[in-house]
């Protein structure tokens, strides 16, 4: 075997570099969760009363202690896949 020997202090190094990235991926897949999607057909672009159907779902599920939510920039993004989900 062709071990590298490494001392204690690399080894802390490599958890704390570790956790920071999970705590980061973690983060940034929790703010793309949070675009809701929703009315992604045809008559929901349309539709004045979906739209204000999902203003109104995204203001009710925001209104719980430390959520935010929004409809989707993008509606065939959204419908297509979550890749956060996977993430």
Known sequence: ???TP???GQEFSDTHN???YAE???ARSIEVLR???L???RWAQVSTVML???ERCCGTWSSAPASRFWR???HFEAQGGKDAVVE
Do not use: H
């Open 6 to 8: 490494i001392r204690l």
């Open 52 to 54: 204000i159907f999902l």
């Open 72 to 74: 989707q920039k993008n």
């Open 39 to 41: 009315g992604g057909t």
């Open 1 to 3: 075997m062709d071990a």
């Open 18 to 20: 570790r956790v920071g």
């Open 24 to 26: 980061r991926t973690r």
């Open 35 to 37: 675009e809701l999607a």
